[in-house]
């Protein structure tokens, strides 16, 4: 089966993560990529451990399957050559803050003005408009913002930092790449280019989904461990004997139903189904206690035929030897760059014929 988007031409501007990834993603897809690197710019995934020999681990990961060209892109060369590039590309990406481009002479309209088919993607913290364009941030900071971190974590601890960067990549890296199929879609029909203007913040508030569908039409305001999702049901994390976790997410009566009888608390059932808090946690107490007094290994002898949604905790290592990841083919060694391969992370998107 040929690649889905063997036709795409995709010049990348972008550095750390948001934009690398979501090429990265094209280019996993087919696209051809050819990142246009700065000489004298820092790229903090280049610099940050591990380091493979070359680059980080990271660095080489977001950078598979692209072509490198250094310019500088504040001498008027480096502006003409991707003057020239542009007439030949299909999609542009970048991550600069709003009108950087434009005082780079690269900006949108003068690089429509050259080629008008093009599609120009730009991912920023909080987009080209509003109070806040021209402000700095990270993913914790949007996370902030968007409202998202204010009903996860413990009501006793408040927000977590993240272990992986929501409004980065779920929020700046996928809905670019949404953007850009759709206006693909949308020239084969009308032979016309466009701008995307992609805002981890205003990703990351569309995140909220069922939370967000609570609070401003239910009028039910979103706290840590306050709903049936995030902490204020059994639907929770519990630790073994040896200091593990075990998630349980058996939220519908026959998987809550299997969980009760192979903990052997048949008789805290009828806990389950109830919307009353002392009920919630009565059982959380329960499930705290008897999950506490055998291993993780015991709890997934146990649970290995019993259909509960219920699942070990598992570190990226182990997961990455976990039979069904290994089954799809999760976990793939690619050659990063200078004849060496290195583990990585698969694609996730599998295209049958």
Not at 148 to 153: I, R
């Amino acid at each position: 089966m040929a690649a889905p988007l063997a036709n795409l031409k995709i010049l990348d501007f972008s550095t750390l993560l948001p934009g690398p990834y979501a090429t990265m993603m094209l280019a996993d897809m087919g696209a051809e990529v050819l990142r246009i690197e700065a000489p004298d710019r820092v790229d903090l995934t280049k610099v940050m451990p591990p380091y493979d020999g070359k680059f980080s681990t990271t660095f080489s990961y977001l950078t598979r399957g692209k072509q490198t060209l250094q310019l500088n892109l504040k001498q008027p060369e480096s502006v003409e050559k991707v003057k020239q590039l542009v007439q030949g590309y299909d999609i542009v990406v970048e991550q600069f803050r709003p009108g950087v481009m434009d005082r780079l002479g690269i900006g949108y309209e003068v690089l429509k003005a050259i080629n008008p088919k093009l599609i120009y993607c730009a991912i920023t913290g909080y987009g080209q408009t509003g109070p806040y364009k021209d402000r700095a941030g990270h993913d914790i900071n949007y996370l902030a913002i968007s409202g998202v971190a204010s009903h996860c974590g413990r009501a006793d601890s408040g927000p977590p930092p993240m272990g992986i960067q929501i409004a980065d990549v779920a929020g700046g890296s996928h809905y670019a790449v949404m953007g850009i199929l759709a206006a693909v879609i949308k020239r084969q029909d009308t032979g016309e280019g466009a701008f995307i203007d992609i805002s981890m913040t205003d990703a990351a508030f569309a995140l909220n989904a069922m939370a967000g569908a609570a609070a401003l039409a239910g009028g039910q305001s979103q706290k840590r461990e306050g709903g049936m999702l995030n902490g204020g049901t059994f639907y929770d994390y519990y630790q073994t004997s040896d200091g593990r976790w075990l998630s349980v997410g058996s939220l519908e009566p026959q998987f809550s139903s299997r969980l009760c009888d192979a903990l052997g608390l048949g008789e805290l059932k009828s806990l389950a189904l109830s919307q009353k808090s002392r009920h919630q946690h009565e059982l959380k107490a329960a499930l705290k206690n008897k999950i506490a007094e055998r291993s993780l290994a015991k709890w997934q002898e146990v649970f290995a035929e019993v259909d509960a949604c219920v699942e070990p905790v598992l570190t990226i290592e182990e997961a990455a030897e976990h039979p069904q990841l290994k089954a799809r083919g999760m976990v793939i060694e690619q050659d990063r760059g200078d004849g060496v391969t290195q583990r990585q992370l698969g694609m996730p998107l599998k295209f049958v014929l």
